[in-house]
T-cell receptor
Framework: GAGVSQTPSNKVTEKGKYVELRCDPISGHTALYWYRQSLGQGPEFLIYFQGTGAADDSGLPNDRFFAVRPEGSVSTLKIQRTERGDSAMYLC????????????FGQGTRLTVV | AQRVTQPEKLLSVFKGAPVELKCNYSYSGSPELFWYVQYSRQRLQLLLRHISRESIKGFTADLNKGETSFHLKKPFAQEEDSAMYYCAPLGQGGANNLFFGTGTRLTVIP
């Protein structure tokens, strides 16, 4: 079966531009998570959805970052006015809603802001 | 707030030697802890979770509440164990989000 899919796999953008990163979770998974991983660091939590709503967005670094999941499946992470410091690997994961279950990760989108 | 520390960024052991990857946490309430692993050019994936007390690929991890540790151990390292290992407590307040440590890169020398 298909796992979590993220597109694009690589994105290069110019400073100040707007970008969208897409995540297709495993079918039927209610929970969806976004993480950011900088070089040499562990994944850093950004936002977590239960269904269509953001259950916890405390990890979003500032108001340039926004994420949506309008139909409770596909999610889009949106970054406005990108900065060089936004360059990182962006990871998406999904899981069933029950607690203590495995989170299944996508292969990530590597964002480079030049 | 929860915090996890993995003191070793790099760890090298010889094949067949025991391996221990350290993880210390701070957490209020009952911790829920996981180990995730990322092999070369593969996705991050679950290795084991403390609640199920399972052994996966020969690895075990015991939660020591007194020492606030959740070290990952394997008695005999194999070359295929070379990977990046992350200790991750679950978010508090019933949340399902994970908080990852900085990770330890394990290299098993043939």
């Amino acid at each position: 079966g298909a796992g979590v899919s993220q597109t694009p796999s690589n994105k290069v953008t110019e400073k100040g531009k707007y970008v969208e990163l897409r995540c297709d979770p495993i079918s039927g998974h209610t929970a969806l998570y976004w993480y950011r991983q900088s070089l040499g660091q562990g994944p850093e939590f950004l936002i977590y959805f239960q269904g269509t709503g953001a259950a916890d967005d405390s990890g979003l670094p500032n108001d340039r970052f926004f994420a949506v999941r309008p139909e409770g499946s596909v999610s889009t992470l949106k970054i406005q006015r990108t900065e060089r410091g936004d360059s990182a690997m962006y990871l998406c994961a999904s899981s069933p809603l029950r607690t203590n279950t495995e989170a299944f990760f996508g292969q990530g989108t590597r964002l480079t802001v030049v | 707030a929860q915090r996890v520390t993995q003191p070793e960024k790099l760890l090298s052991v010889f094949k067949g030697a025991p391996v221990e990857l350290k993880c210390n946490y701070s957490y209020s309430g009952s911790p829920e802890l996981f180990w995730y692993v990322q092999y070369s050019r593969q996705r991050l994936q679950l290795l084991l979770r403390h609640i199920s007390r399972e052994s996966i690929k020969g690895f075990t991890a015991d939660l020591n509440k007194g020492e606030t540790s959740f070290h990952l151990k394997k008695p005999f390292a194999q070359e295929e164990d070379s990977a990046m290992y992350y200790c991750a407590p679950l978010g508090q307040g019933g949340a399902n989000n994970l908080f990852f440590g900085t990770g330890t890169r394990l290299t098993v020398i043939p």
